[in-house]
């Protein structure tokens, strides 16, 4: 099975800061991942597909880079509602596995 | 509007088995690959697996594979995950999600099933 190491499994970022959060694959997973983000008590949103491909309707300070094994996950200006825990899905090969997540908290 | 609706949850003892639905709207579910997934108390999100549209092609985490089978109901527009043999460590919230070129792009709300005595 691909490992997903995700990073920083915290952080905490005042309004207006950028921040990233980075997931590293055990082999090549050639783009094919996704970052969520899930709120407390609600399902995971979709953000980002194919590392760097914006889900329809979610902010432009969103944004994914990335390839091989390496993938990152940048919110611009943050905002009050980016509080939440953010994961990752390698949807490359089977079985597909996430990162174990990255709580963000907003000073 | 795309919809995804997960039933069949609750308390369930040791051993014992347990069907899931999840009814599918707004989009022609005949066409898509769906699966589930779940999430443990205060866990992380665990793939459970999917299936493609004619119901030809299942895929499955390994250590669910022999406990889980996935299944769907194209006219009735919905999906299926039966559990059995469940123990405390398949408690968790289940979701259902449509896989559009293999992504999860849409989830359920999610059902809670607790496996205690």
């Known amino acids: 099975d691909i490992q997903m190491t995700q990073s920083p499994a915290s952080l905490s970022a005042s309004l207006g800061e950028t921040v990233s959060i980075e997931c590293l694959a055990s082999?090549?997973?050639?783009?094919?991942l996704a970052w969520y983000q899930q709120k407390p008590g609600k399902s995971p949103q979709l953000l980002i597909y194919?590392?760097?491909s914006l889900q329809d309707g979610v902010p432009s300070r969103f944004s994914g880079s990335g390839s091989g094994t390496q993938y990152s996950l940048k919110i611009n200006s943050l905002e009050s509602e980016d509080a939440a825990t953010y994961f990752c899905?390698?949807?490359?090969?089977?079985?597909?596995?996430f990162g174990s997540g990255t709580k963000l908290e907003i000073k | 509007e795309v919809k995804l609706v997960e039933s069949g949850g609750g308390l369930v003892q040791p051993g014992r088995s347990l069907k899931l639905s999840c009814a599918a709207s707004?989009?022609?579910?005949?066409?898509?690959?769906m699966g589930w997934v779940r999430q443990a108390p205060g866990k992380g999100l665990e793939w459970i697996g999917e299936?493609?549209?004619?119901?030809?092609?299942?895929n499955y985490t390994p250590s669910l594979k022999d406990k889980f089978t996935i299944s769907r109901d194209n006219a009735q527009n919905t999906l299926y995950l039966q559990m059995s043999k469940l123990g405390s460590e398949d408690t968790a919230i289940y979701y259902c999600?449509?896989?559009?070129?293999?992504?999860?792009?849409?989830w359920g709300q999610g059902v809670m099933v607790t496996v205690s005595s």
């Open positions: 899905l390698q949807d490359s090969e089977y079985p597909f596995t």
């Open positions: 194919y590392a760097s």
């Open positions: 999600a449509r896989a559009n070129i293999a992504t999860l792009d849409y």
């Open positions: 707004g989009f022609s579910f005949n066409d898509y690959w």
């Open positions: 082999e090549d997973i050639y783009n094919n």
């Open positions: 299936i493609n549209q004619d119901s030809s092609t299942i």
